[in-house]
């Protein structure tokens, strides 16, 4: 991980807008920026200050021993005994003359507020900075984010043994948690999606009690996580048989992930892509019932730049990786999602996720 060119990058942008300070607070950016490993947890009490001379890292005492281990070699110092860690940084912005700091809108409100009363100077909200600067990826983070697609792809053809008639979603759910934790994920990319039967027409269903049963579609979407980079794929497959209009619905939600896949290249409009996968859709008269984007950044965040949906102004940069996951939604009945993380190249894409794609009909 190179922190110095993260901060160097995030300098550029804070001096063309004339900004002399940034506060970054969002986990993941914090994660970004300093390249710290073995210090991140879902409940870090934590600050970077960047300007011109310094990057400070704040943090308490619960951290703290961590940090400067990870800190040591990088260009980064770290605070970690003050116990009013905000009182700290207004102090010493105000006695190195900074008199304007951008913060990120997730900063909580409540330290917004302080800073707003404390800061002797202006406030500014910047959004997306770093999150911009995350969009195209390091080969250190591509290499993360294919591990973990590769225990991704492990856990698939592990689960499609354990999945049978009679064996509840919750079931399923934490047998894929279980062994991508056990063959090197730490945690999930997040909680694992398994959608049975009805519930398969909810794009983001929750996992239940629900028992398998014949002739039932189940959806899988899930990702392993390797150094805090997440993979993303979705798999629909049926358990026993399943019927004409099944069929037709997988066929033409899989012809869509292909185009997609083939539309994906650099300097593309995201838009556009979405727009290829959507058109396979509405050829087969289900486009209306591809009802979300067709996909999105991804690395230490599940959902992160750019945006793959019809409004997106976004261009697909080399270097990116994306998800391609259309999906259709019957209502009460059943639906399909196919998706693929791929890496966006000068002439096309790497596609991380090799599962099979064909539909798989368990015994
Ligand atoms: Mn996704």
Redesign the pocket.
Known sequence: MNAEQRLAALRRTLAADGLPAMLVTGVSNMRYLTGFQEVFDDGINAACLVTAEHARFYTDARYAEAARAAAEGTPWTVRGESRQMYVEICRELQSEGVTELGLESSVPYGRFKFISEQFVGSVRVLDGTVERLRQVKEAAEVERIAEAARITDEAFEHILGFIRAGRTEREVALELEFWMRRNGSEGVAFAPIVASGPNSSRPHATVTDRRIEPGDFVTL?FGACVDGYRA?M?RTVAVGRVDGEKREVYEAVLEANRAGIDAVRGGVLAKEVHEVARAVLERAGLADRFTHGL??G?GLD?HELPTLNAESRDQLRTGSVV?V?PGVYLEGAFGVRI?DSVVVEEAGCRVLTRSPKGLIELE
């Open positions: 979407d993303d979705t996909g999105h991804v599940i998800t996951e998706e």
